[in-house]
């Protein structure tokens, strides 16, 4: 491209012109305008501007070599001194004005200031080459930049201004060129349409509607003439739904939250930009009621959500209140239940204030009145000769004024209808459970510290337990039992060599090795503290040993025949043994040997387990019952049928389920209070052999049992799916299996080997040990003999 240059004017002639014709009329309508005006200094400014850009035009004109390559077009040429095509009043705003210069330039020649919506650039003008066939050219502008930096420190390469070409091909006069660039804006040449910009200005024929948006940019009007933004005005029809939830149900509970994380003022904003309650004024002044203990108020409005017989208003028609005015109920609302809590906390308060005399009016007056729950009414009359100090324990209330009307509000929740009384803590249950049902779904998931809701929670298999790293073995004959403590730092091991072994399990060297008994070990139980141990042996003896000393601090001699299991009371301080002898196959001893309790009944007992709050004792007989106790009153509390006989039972550390092995091969997970059977898990081969199951995992995640094919099977133990079925032990059964209570990466399995296996992780394991993958294909060598080690004897 020829881009050789000429002057801007080129005789006097035409600068007279310029000047007769256009600057001193300007000037005059200027001094007229701003005359009084206090604009003196803008006028200054703007006659600067207008003389600068005119001796501009006179300066001659030096060529300044590209320095780009010869097969790419020379660099762009900066802005002229005034805009070629007319700017909108938002666009100028963004014109970029710059006080340097260069410095190949004459410094004579000062650039415009930075506060019109002109940008001078100091270098010179260049005549462009005409465009072939009369078409127009393009101007490229910056136009968005602000500041008072120039285009190249925007990152913008100089610019290039191209100007139309007359018909015959050549540059227009430039008497024609400034009267093109004096064209006020809307107004185009008559020879073709205005100049298109690709820059961020809109030429006059391509102006479009500016709105401001929220981010602080201006969005252009789509073509049916309504205004964009980018998504964060508030429309005018909200959608009912949330990604498929219901709107008012999600923002009423977001409200909830936000008062319960303290976090008022936000909530109440939410609630004003919503239009959504959190409770009706019903509601709040019930809740406001209670919790200032104004009772006839609570009354008043719990009784007019009442027909007068009893039954809840579930309709708002002619002469009903309306919904404000009233609670609104669920179905099985008793109005004469919600009026005697009411009451009775108001009783019991009085009680409190040994303000007796009103207290025995409103029981008298009040709370028999309603024919209500007659034993609570007579546990509450028992109360008024009850000494202060015994009060609470007897009444089975804390005497916390605000704590006990707290529990009150939650209790009579449940009668109100939760469309209008959001139940307490509505988030954090929904995201218990979700975060619950997240681990369920996880197979391998085997930590304490609860997944993030942050992202979706999903365990690697590589931190699972599922190799064996180290092997134990000091006993010479079958292993029958395992068990780790409670703090989790000693593991001990029974088995037919009549030893017990404790184990130090931060390097599993021997603590102990106990050797007193005369026939094989087939259980082994902590205490409470860890501090002593109880073994029970074929030798129909049971010892109480000191963990720190592993000297014998008692012998139960009592039992007459094997004793097959025992279990300590949540104390630490008594114990009951389990035994084959009919006569006395349950017994609760205390530490000094003597015998509190023997439970009657024609039948042996394989297992016994204590429930971690020491409410029950649970029995797994010989003849396919669970029997379940009491065991503070001793008192049966019910025998449980099952269809083969239970070789062992485990108890959840919640006291809620337990883990009953039948021989038939099959574990269930049965519910202690309802005694349903929640789960079975299946697979283990069992038949004639004890094998004893467990609870293990981190929060008792998984159920774990041995086999009689000599391999370790671990479930899920919330969907029963088999995750893993582990290889180690050599041949034989695998009798039993303890998981670390506080590690739960780590687990031990005892087996007819004579070896106990613990498994860890797979980063955990020593990289010498590997897993033992041949397995004998005959049982020989192992044969069990003992009448208490197979079930086919009972």
């Not at 964009?228 to 149900?249: C, I, L, M, W």
């Not at 092997?471 to 703090?487: A, G, I, K, M, P």
């Not at 720190?548 to 009592?558: K, M, V, Y």
Request: hydrophobic share 35%.
């Amino acid at each position: 491209m020829d881009f050789s240059g000429t002057r801007w004017l080129d005789s006097t002639v035409d600068n007279f012109f310029f000047l007769s014709f256009f600057v001193l009329p300007l000037h005059a309508w200027l001094q007229t305008s701003l005359r009084g005006s206090g604009a003196g200094d803008a006028l200054s400014q703007v006659k600067g501007q207008i003389y600068q850009a005119f001796d501009l035009a006179d300066h001659p004109f030096t060529y300044i070599p590209s320095s780009a390559a010869p097969d790419h077009p020379d660099p762009l040429i900066p802005n002229e001194p005034t805009s070629s095509y007319p700017r909108s009043a938002a666009a100028s705003d963004n014109i970029l004005s710059s006080s340097r210069s260069d410095p190949s330039v004459d410094s004579s020649y000062p650039a415009v200031g930075a506060t019109g919506n002109f940008y001078l650039s100091s270098t010179r003008r260049r005549r462009r080459p005409s465009t072939p066939g009369g078409s127009e050219s393009n101007i490229d502008g910056t136009g968005g930049l602000t500041g008072d930096h120039t285009a190249s420190e925007a990152g913008i390469s100089e610019q290039r201004l191209v100007y139309p070409s007359t018909a015959e091909g050549h540059s227009p006069s430039p008497k024609r060129r400034r009267l093109t660039n004096m064209r006020p804006d809307g107004v185009s040449s008559a020879n073709g349409p205005s100049y298109v910009s690709n820059g961020s200005v809109a030429s006059p024929s391509h102006k479009v509607g500016l709105s401001h948006s929220l981010n602080g940019q201006a969005s252009h009007a789509s073509s049916n003439g309504d205004l964009q933004t980018n998504g964060v005005q508030k429309s005018s029809a909200v959608p009912p739904s949330y990604f498929g939830h219901d709107r008012e149900e999600v923002t009423r509970i977001l409200i909830q939250s936000l008062y319960e994380l303290g976090y008022n003022g936000a909530a109440s904003l939410l609630s004003k930009e919503s239009g959504y309650q959190l409770e009706s004024p019903a509601v709040a002044a019930f809740r406001g009621a209670v919790l200032a203990g104004r009772w006839a108020e609570a009354e008043r409005i719990l009784v007019q959500s009442f027909y007068p017989d009893g039954t809840r208003r579930t309709t708002s028609g002619d002469g009903d209140l309306p919904t404000k005015e009233r609670l609104v109920l669920v179905e099985s609302a008793d109005m004469n239940e919600m009026l005697f809590y009411l009451r009775q906390q108001k009783f019991l308060e009085l009680l409190e204030a040994r303000n007796l005399s009103a207290a025995l009016t409103v029981l008298r007056h009040e709370l028999t009145p309603l024919n209500y729950d007659i034993g609570r009414l007579h546990a509450l009359s028992s109360l008024l000769m009850c000494p202060p100090e015994h009060l609470h324990d007897q009444a089975g209330w804390d005497g916390s004024i605000d704590s006990s009307r707290e529990r009150l509000l939650s209790e009579l929740s449940k009668s109100i209808s939760p469309s209008v009384m959001i139940p307490d803590n509505r988030l954090a249950i929904l995201l218990d459970h979700v975060k619950q049902n997240q681990i369920n779904q996880c197979l391998y998931h085997n930590t304490a510290t609860p997944p993030s809701l942050y992202s979706d929670h999903m365990c690697d298999r590589a931190d699972f337990p599922s190799r064996p790293g180290i092997e134990l073995s000091q006993h010479s004959d079958e292993v029958w039992y395992c068990q780790f403590s409670h703090d989790g730092t000693k593991l001990v091991t029974a088995g037919r060599d009549h030893s017990v072994i404790i184990y130090d399990t931060s390097t599993f060297a021997v603590l102990h090795k106990l050797m007193e008994h005369d026939d094989g070990v087939a259980h082994a139980c902590w205490s409470p503290d860890d501090s002593k141990l109880i073994t029970c042996s074929q030798d129909k003896k049971a010892r109480v040993w000191s963990v720190d000393t592993g000297r014998c601090l008692l012998t139960i001699n009592h039992h007459r025949q094997p004793v097959t299991a025992a279990a300590w009371a949540a104390d630490g301080d008594s114990f009951v043994t389990a035994s084959l002898d009919k006569d006395s196959h349950l017994c609760h001893w205390s530490m000094r040997g003597h015998a509190l309790h023997m439970w009657q009944g024609d039948f042996r007992v394989q297992d016994c387990a204590i429930t971690p709050d020491g409410r029950r004792l649970i029995a797994a007989d010989v003849e396919e019952k669970i029997h379940v106790y009491n065991f503070l009153t001793h008192e049966e509390e019910y025998c449980l049928a099952l269809k083969s006989k239970p070789t062992s039972v485990a108890v959840s550390k919640d006291s809620r389920h337990m883990l009953v092995n039948l021989s038939e091969g099959q574990i269930q997970l049965i519910d202690i209070d309802t005694t349903d059977v929640i789960r079975r898990f299946q697979g283990q081969k069992q038949g004639s052999f004890v094998i004893r199951s467990a609870f293990g995992g981190a929060a008792e995640n998984f159920v774990v049992s041995g086999s009689e094919d000599s391999r370790v099977y671990v479930w899920h133990k919330e969907n029963g799916t088999l995750v893993e079925t582990l290889e180690g032990h050599i041949a034989g059964c695998v009798n039993a299996i303890s998981w670390n209570p506080t590690n739960p990466g780590l687990f031990a399995s005892a087996g007819d080997d004579c070896l106990v296996r613990i498994w860890t992780r797979e980063r955990d394991a020593n990289s010498h040990t590997t897993a033992r993958t041949h397995r004998a294909t005959s049982a020989s060598g192992f044969a069990r003999t003992s009448a208490l080690r197979s079930t086919m004897s009972f």
